[in-house]
């Protein structure tokens, strides 16, 4: 115990012994132990609060990483937040307006393009056929069909 021998222990004792007298070791001894416990005591709670302080640190670091690695996708997102997506919508709005109005705007000039030549007239005739062009026709068509 403490890197002493027998010898010294008892030495210790005897020198106690002669100094405090059998009436008072008892208490010196009980007031000691409680020293020695109180002692321990205090070098545990020392270990289990350097222990927790190792492992705040060690929170803190990761905590830190975090907060880097939030940082740098807050400055990649910062363009994306200028982005307004009402005045893109503003914008194709009235494009969209400009187009209609444009279609539906009436031309200050009227020009007219004719499609087909004008008739003078209009007849409902029946054209007649013909008896040789029938003949041809049937001709053609592989024979009578009476």
Known sequence: MFGMGFTEILLIAVVAILFLGPDKLPDAMVS?????KG??????????????????ED???EALSYKAKLDEATEELQGFKN??????????MNSVKENF????QKPTETTTTQVEPKQKEISFKKKSIKESTLKEVKDENGGDNN
């Open 101 to 104: 109005e444009a279609i539906t």
């Open 83 to 92: 982005i307004n997506p009402m005045e893109q919508l503003n914008e194709e």
């Open 59 to 61: 929170l803190k670091k």
């Open 39 to 56: 002692a321990k005591e205090m070098i545990s709670e020392a270990k289990t609060s350097l222990a927790e302080e190792v492992n705040i």
């Open 32 to 36: 000691i132990a409680k020293f020695i």
